[in-house]
Structures are given as structure tokens and as C-alpha cells.
């Protein structure tokens, strides 16, 4: 297991990139550390695959330098990097038995046949398929297969690094969630260092210690997901992950004090080094409260989403949709209200970044 560095690395399909826009990946400087729980999140085409294919080595950056505890790797091929990388779709040998299949990564590297089968024992029942282990693959289930190929990922000693790409893309909707318990227990029994690619917030967080977001080949956070839910660190983490997204209303910055329609709104704390003009207000719609006739912003109720536990009130407030998650009694539609933000967390953000700090002692 290792450490693994990203230093200054950039990527484009096109041989001859010459703005931004030709770069997959603009300007990447990530640490993974030996052990770590990782997700990769961010939407479709932001990335994803390309930064893992250079961490394997199936790519080679156009700039930039990989390195495995400071051995720079950039120009190694995958063979010789000692990783294991579980694709979206099944590889796996299907003429082989599970058994045979689960073993191949080991007897490739010349392992000894009782560790072989000491090692295969055991993924096979932590992956629940004991009792395929002399089926023939070409006979499973596709979810069984893509067991069988994450399996394949995870029974080496030895790997500095288990990559997951998008792994439950072709899994049953009702077996998702199972894997995916499964994954995080195996990453706490396995302690290799795992770096899981999704493109659901639920995956990413239910799996990961830290989830890295990207967009459109940057990363814009890193951080737990209790961080990522309380202080995006831009409004794009903040729309991303949430359900509804954080609330982000158009305001005046005027003074240091921030005014959404004219109305003034409490900020968490200072807006440091902001200059007056526009920016934006963000605010979680767990943090917002809505009342008939008491304080806050004047708006009206467009409508009510009953999701279980929860309702969702979709309110109008100067021209802006702002959501607000209710655990009690709602408005219903139609209904002239009134919003308040938790003043704690209402966040300032310009161009898109976090730009109020937290007042002190908070
Ligand atoms: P993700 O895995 O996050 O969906 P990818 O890394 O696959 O994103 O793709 C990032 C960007 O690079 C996208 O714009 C995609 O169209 C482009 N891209 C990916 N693979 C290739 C390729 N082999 N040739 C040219 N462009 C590619
Ligand atoms: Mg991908």
C-alpha cells in the first residue's frame, strides 16, 4: 500500500489542446492517503474515468507526474504499478469457474496454491457466492458477475490501491444498497487504501471517509460528507449534494452587509474581502423555517412535497425558488409566508466559492 500524489497534472484527448475547454482534466493536485476510504464524485463527463485510468496507467497524463510514495510512476505501465481496478462493466473470464476466476489475480503473480485458496475462501464469504465458487461464470447472473469481478479487485494482499469505477451501474436497484454496506465493511476489514467513482451523492457518502467532487475536470471540495453538507465550499457541491439542494438566492453586497430583494440577510459571519456588487446567498433548505405570520423574508408557497418523514415547501420569495424541508405542520399552496434562514448557516458565496467565515466562537 501506498501514498498516492497527484502533482500538477492536466489532461486532453486532443493532441493539439490549446484553451481550457480541449483539457478533460484542467489542473489536478491531490493527495490519496495509504488506507483511506475515497469516493469520487461528480456528474457525468466531469472526469472521472480519465483520472482513474492515469492512476492505473491505462493513461498517461499530458503534464503532470503520478507518484506512489514519492516514486514517480508517471511513464510505468499498469503491471508494474500494482493496482486493482474494478470497471462498470464485468470482466471476468467466462469459461472459467468463479473459483478459477476469483484465483486469477493471484496465480498470475505466482502465489502458492493454499494461499490462493485461504485468500479466495475468503472473499468469496464476504461477497456471500460461496456456494458459486465451481458454477461457470458464463452461467451467472449479471449481478453475480460483477461480484465476481470485484471480487477479482479485492483479493490481492498487496495492491497499493483498489479502484472502483461506477462498479453497481448494472446492479439491481434492490441489491445496491447491499454492495454497497458490503463495499464499506470490506474496506474496513481489507484496509487497503479504495478509491470508489460515482455519480450519486448516496453511494458517495454511504461509502466514503472522503469524498472528492469534481467538476468539469477540477476537483472544487474534499472533505467528509458532514463537511460537504454543511460548508460547500462552492455552489456547485452545494447544489450536488442535498436533497433538494442548497438554496442559492441572487443578493446585493452593500458594505460587508448582504441584501436579498432589499432585504438585509444575517450572514453566518464577516464576508471578508468582498467586494460590493452581486453574489449569491446559500442556504440549506434544512435551515429554512417557514411561518404564517412571524419574522423573515415575504414569499408565497407554490407547493408541498409530502416525502415521507419530511415535507418539502417550495416557496416563491423575490422572483427566487427557495426550498424548505419541514419536519412538522406545512403551508399548503397558495399561502402567503414568511422565511427565515438559521443565520449559522446561511453562507455568502462569490463566483461560485464559499466567501463568508464562520463568526467566532460558532
Ligand atoms: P466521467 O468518467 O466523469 O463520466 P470521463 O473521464 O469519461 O468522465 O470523460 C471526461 C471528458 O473527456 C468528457 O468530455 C469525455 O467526452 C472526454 N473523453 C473521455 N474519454 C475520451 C476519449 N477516449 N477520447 C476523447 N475524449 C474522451
Ligand atoms: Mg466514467
Known amino acids: 500500500m501506498a501514498q498516492i500524489k497527484l502533482s500538477n497534472l492536466r489532461h486532453s484527448y486532443s493532441p493539439n489542446p490549446s484553451s481550457d475547454a480541449d483539457y478533460a482534466l484542467k489542473k489536478i493536485d491531490l493527495t490519496w492517503d495509504n488506507g483511506g476510504a475515497y469516493a ?53 473470464y467466462d469459461t472459467m469457474t468463479v473459483y478459477d476466476n476469483l484465483a486469477f489475480p493471484l496465480r498470475n503473480r505466482g502465489r502458492d496454491e493454499d494461499i490462493v485458496k485461504r485468500r479466495v475462501t475468503s472473499i468469496a464469504e464476504m461477497l456471500e457466492v460461496t456456494e458459486m465458487l465451481s458454477t461457470r461464470a458464463a452461467n451467472l447472473s449479471p449481478d453475480n458477475k460483477q461480484k465476481i469481478s470485484m471480487g477479482r479487485g479485492l483479493v490481492r494482499e498487496d495492491v497499493n490501491v483498489v479502484m472502483f469505477d ?40 454511504t ?19 458532514v463537511e460537504l453538507f454543511e460548508r460547500p465550499a462552492h455552489t456547485f457541491v452545494g447544489h450536488f449534494i442535498g436533497s433538494p439542494g442548497m438554496n442559492v438566492l441572487p443578493c446585493e453586497v452593500q458594505g460587508g452587509g ?5 432585504e438585509q440577510v444575517d450572514l453566518e459571519g464577516p464576508a471578508t474581502g468582498v467586494v460590493d456588487g452581486s453574489a449569491e446567498v446559500g442556504i440549506r433548505p434544512e435551515f429554512v423555517s417557514v411561518s404564517q405570520n412571524g419574522d423573515g423574508v415575504e414569499a408565497h408557497v407554490r407547493k408541498v412535497s409530502d416525502i415521507g418523514r419530511h415535507k418539502v415547501v417550495e416557496a416563491i420569495a423575490h422572483g427566487s425558488r427557495v426550498h424548505a424541508i419541514l419536519d412538522g405542520e406545512a403551508p399548503n399552496a397558495g399561502d402567503a409566508v414568511k422565511l427565515e434562514f438559521k443565520q449559522s448557516q446561511t453562507r455568502l458565496y462569490k463566483d461560485g466559492w464559499l466567501a463568508s467565515t464562520q463568526a467566532e466562537g460558532v
Not at 180 to 202: C, F, G, N, P, W
Not at 258 to 262: K, L, N, P
Request: charged share 20%.
Open 207 to 225: 461509502f466514503a471517509d472522503q469524498v472528492v467532487v469534481m467538476q468539469d475536470g477540477e476537483v472544487v471540495q474534499i472533505g467528509t460528507p
Open 40 to 92: 469520487l464524485l461528480g456528474p457525468s463527463g466531469c472526469g472521472k474515468s480519465t483520472l482513474l485510468n492515469i492512476i492505473s496507467g491505462l493513461l498517461v497524463p499530458s503534464e503532470g507526474k503520478i507518484l506512489f510514495d514519492d516514486q514517480d510512476v508517471t511513464e510505468l505501465p499498469p503491471a508494474k504499478r500494482n493496482i486493482a481496478q474494478v470497471f462498470q462493466f464485468p470482466v471476468i
Open 258 to 262: 448582504a441584501f436579498f430583494g432589499g
Open 166 to 205: 461506477e462498479p453497481l451501474t448494472v446492479i439491481d436497484p434492490h441489491l445496491k444498497w447491499k454492495l454497497r454496506s458490503k463495499l464499506k465493511e470490506l474496506h474496513q476489514r481489507v484496509k487497503a487504501t479504495m478509491i470508489y467513482v460515482t455519480h450519486d451523492q448516496t453511494e458517495a457518502l
